[in-house]
Every structure is written in C-alpha cells, then in structure tokens.
C-alpha cells in the first residue's frame, strides 16, 4: 500500500505534466518552440546530479518543446568555474537558465549579468542569490524533520537523552542550514548532541574525518545516532565507524537514496535515506524554463512564492521527501522505477534482500 504522500508526490507530477502540456502547441511568446535552455548543476560527487537531474530534465524540455536544445555543464563543486560556465552561456546567447549554484553568494554576479540581458534563472534545487524567476526544490526543513524523527524512532530507549553526533551538509549551500533547522527542531531537548561538523563539499572523506575526530572525543561505545545530511556524508560516517570496531553501529541517517546508500539500508548499516523524487523536481524546472522561454508567467506552475536575500515573492515549487528504511524499498523506490531489484541485490546481499522483502517474485506480485 502506498502512502499519502507518496500519493501526494504523484499527484505532483502529473499536475506539471499537465499543466505544462497545455501549451505545447504555441509558437507565441519570446522564444516561440527554438530556444535554448542552460542547465548548470553542481558536482559530480552526489551520484543524483548526472544519473537523474541531468537526463530527466533534458528529457522533460524535449517533451514540452521538441525543438529547444539544452546546454549543459557541470561545475564540479567549483563556484568559478560554475561563474566561468554561466557567463559563457549567457555570451553564447541561452534564452533561459537553470542553475543549482555551487555557491549562492559566489554566483550571484553571474545572475545579476543573465537578469540584465533579459535571460530569466531558474533555481534549482538550491535557492540562488541574485533576481532570479522561479525556485524549485523539496521542501528543506521536511527532509530534517524526517531524518531526525527516523533517528529518534532507531534509538530506542535510547532517544532519551542519549547522545548523537551531527554531520551536517556544506555551509556554502543554504539548503544545509535549512536540512539543520529541520532535524534539531525533532531532536532537541531530547538527545545530547556530542558534536556538530559541517561537511565541506558534501564529501565523504571529509565526514569521514570528522567522524574519526568524534570517535576519538566521545568513544565508539558512546554515540547513540549520527544524523548525517546526506548520503555520501553518511558513507564517510559508516566507514569511519567501522575502521573503529563500533559494534553495533548505531543508526545513522541519509539523503538522495544513491544506490550504494540503499545497499548499505539492506545491510543494515545505514537507517534510513530521504528520497525526494527528482522526476517531479525536474518537471517543475523544465515547465518553468519552457514558460520563461516562451515569455509566459509561472503562475499555473508555481504555487506558491519564496523570497532570497534580494528578491521578494519568487514563484515556486516545494516538493514534498519521503523516508525510506528497508521496509518501504520497494514501494518507494523499485515500483516507481527509481532501481530494480537486481541493481539493489547483488549476490552478497541476496540473503539480506529476501529478509527485507525484495525479491524478484514479491516485485512480480505487487
């Protein structure tokens, strides 16, 4: 049985399809059916990034105007090299771009440049500085409020007043801080937080060494949770662990279901990941850049507004996450398509899939 939210989410996407499809057929507006939209992420580190963003959303623009062309470039967690990349879009000639902005602050001169030559920005997934038109991500302070309600729920008895270390994500990105405020409005007052590092880059090798530092302050035997921000911060966390003996390794949070986190869910080294489904994200964002092409507003698509430090009242799209722990792998994940059973169970983890529930024969059933 899926679960309202989950509901909620498909309800989502098949709005933006919608609403996005009506006008397919118009040549009117500033860019009529021939533009060319910029798409600029930010790393190569999260597996999400080239895996799903990239291909959904080139494939969202060419369903909703077949003959716009995407450019593309990755800024491999480098905010000047990601400037570089947007100013030479902008002096090729982009009509719109969308941008998830290695440094907010640092990009903002490049979105104030676009905004002067009449090129709309499309945020994505991180909230841009700078006069941008259109904002979509998840809703940040969900995403902490469902890793620290999961870490509670993992503890136990141990929720009360027992201690926790938190990993956070890279204070560049202001999704960090809003991911922080989500999970410490769950788990003050009732948990002891031992230490607290940001992560710079999101890197696992630097949770990792943050971890080992709070191994060496507290103890193995005395961290109760970890909440990590994101998957690759927990991968660090889980393998600084266990190069220290922690037995048993205490629940540790996730984000982005990377398929190696989902691996390490079915092992039983990590609790739990957030999944925010990216199909509905990159629809919301190739609907907003198709509009903005074309000359039309966001209104139909962004049902809502949100301000940045410059810029007041910009429409947008707040998503809803969704928890995942072994017990809803396959509801959340393997039926919508996200992976199969056998990309998530390779031979060594066969024995552990049929515990959870994931066999091909219980997925041919549903």
Request: proline fraction near 5%.
């Amino acid at each position: 049985m899926r679960t309202r939210t989950w509901n909620a989410v498909a309800a989502v996407v098949a709005g933006l399809m919608a609403v996005s499809l009506a006008g397919c057929g118009s040549n009117s507006g500033a860019g009529g059916d021939s533009f060319t939209v910029g798409l600029l992420l930010p790393s190569r580190a999260l597996p999400r990034w080239e895996q799903s963003d990239k291909p959904l959303i080139e494939k969202r623009l060419k369903e909703l105007c077949a003959h716009c062309a995407m450019a593309y470039a990755n800024a491999e967690n480098d905010a000047t090299r990601q400037r570089q990349q947007m100013n030479s879009m902008i002096t090729k000639g982009v009509e719109v771009v969308i941008l998830d902005a290695v440094d907010p602050k640092a990009l903002r001169s490049s979105v104030q440049t676009a905004h002067r030559a009449g090129i709309p920005v499309v945020a994505y997934d991180r909230l841009a500085e700078g006069s941008i038109s259109g904002f979509v991500t998840f809703d940040g302070a969900q995403v902490g409020r469902l890793q620290g309600e999961a870490l509670l729920k993992a503890m136990g008895e141990r929720a009360d007043g027992g201690q926790v270390v938190m990993m956070n994500g890279d204070p560049t990105s202001p999704n960090a801080a809003w991911y922080t405020r989500g999970a410490l409005s769950v788990i003050e007052g009732k948990v002891k937080i031992g230490k607290s590092y940001d992560t710079l880059g999101w890197r696992a090798e630097n949770a990792h060494d943050h971890m080992t530092a709070a191994i060496a302050a507290l103890g193995p035997d005395r961290i109760d949770g970890v909440l990590a921000a994101n998957d690759a911060i927990a991968a660090g966390v889980i393998a600084a662990l266990k190069s220290a003996r922690a037995r048993p390794l205490p629940p540790v949070t996730g984000q982005d279901a990377d398929l190696e986190a989902v691996r390490r869910i079915v092992r039983g080294e990590q609790y739990m990941t957030v999944y925010k489904p990216f199909k509905a994200e990159a629809a919301a964002a190739a609907a907003m850049a198709v509009a903005l092409g074309r000359g039309e507003t966001l209104g139909d698509i962004a049902p809502t507004t949100i301000d940045n430090a410059t810029t007041e009242g910009v429409p947008a799209v707040l998503l809803t996450p969704i928890a995942v722990t072994v017990g809803n792998i396959r509801q959340t994940l393997v039926e919508e398509g996200v992976y199969t059973i056998d990309q998530i169970c390779t031979p060594k983890l066969r024995p552990a899939c049929d515990r959870a529930g994931l066999t091909q024969t219980a997925a041919l059933t549903q």
